[in-house]
């Protein structure tokens, strides 16, 4: 393999995984792909090899401690980035649904090639913007979760994911120290997008991190009215 691995390898038996080689194979294979794709586009700030596997895959798989991902599940994962949390959870379940979701072509197209690179199946990656793809039929209210580590507001990701995910489905939010702020913040808009009082808020260990991480999670109970997601304009200066 061309990276040292051992930390990812380590870490996630820390969170209770089992690993194969060709796993780390295809982990050890994304390293080098957001490095090279990184030098012509900005993909992310962190390029030395240990702190992507620590920072975007330890944390990305650090969910794996707190729920059960089992079997053929759905997943969108909003405003995937360079594919965090999504890829990683979909190398170590592959057996689960999921869509990568990105409003920026580049992005997208770089999901695309990692995807054929790392012969990844049940994975589709869309460019759109989630407020316009939430309106689609096929994927309204289709999905047994939505992810986001995305740095926005909760009371912003919630117009986001929430419509996105089924009647008993989950919304789980990557969030830092301020989560129970932000949760507090966002329970009108968890109010009126389906998850009334079904929220919770569990810590996430992420193996060689010092930072706190918080997953904030939220349960669908009842069905988004359709009015939501607004237009992007609203959502941002005018959030539930």
Same mark, same amino acid.
Request: with cysteine; charged share 30%.
């Given at each position: ?7 990812? #390898? ?6 209770? /995984? ?14 080098? =792909? ?29 969910? =794996? ?43 997208? #197209? ?9 012969? =990844?199946?049940?994975?589709?990656? /869309? ?6 793809? &939430? ?5 309204? #209210? ?22 996105? /995910? ?15 702020? #932000?949760?507090?913040? &966002? ?54």
């Amino acid at each position: 393999m061309e990276h040292d691995l051992s930390k990812l #390898e380590m870490g996630i038996e820390e969170l209770g /995984i089992e690993i194969t080689r060709e796993q780390l194979q295809k982990f050890d294979r994304y390293i080098a =792909l957001l490095i090279q794709w990184n030098k012509v586009m900005n993909l992310t700030a962190i390029v030395e090899p240990e702190e992507i596997i620590v920072d975007h895959f330890l944390d990305s798989l650090s969910i =794996l401690k707190e729920v059960k991902f089992e079997g053929t599940i759905s997943i969108i994962d909003v405003g995937t980035g360079a594919g965090f949390p999504g890829v990683p959870i979909k190398i170590m379940k592959p057996d689960i649904q999921i869509v990568l979701l990105d409003s920026l072509r580049k992005r997208t #197209e770089f999901l695309s090639a990692l995807r054929d690179e790392l012969q =990844l199946e049940d994975i589709e990656i /869309i460019h759109s913007r989630a407020e316009d793809l &939430a309106r689609k039929e096929e994927y309204r #209210e289709h999905f047994d979760f939505a992810l986001s580590r995305a740095v926005a507001p909760l009371n912003i990701l919630a117009e986001y994911c929430m419509p996105f /995910i089924k009647k008993g489905g989950l919304f789980i939010s990557y969030k830092g120290p301020a989560a129970q702020d #932000e949760m507090e913040k &966002a329970r009108k808009a968890m109010d009126i997008l389906g998850g009334k009082d079904a929220c919770s808020i569990k810590d996430a260990y992420v193996p060689y991190s010092d930072k706190t991480r918080k997953l904030i999670l939220v349960k669908k109970i009842t069905l988004s009215p359709k009015k939501y997601p607004r237009s992007p304009g609203k959502i941002k200066k005018s959030p539930l």
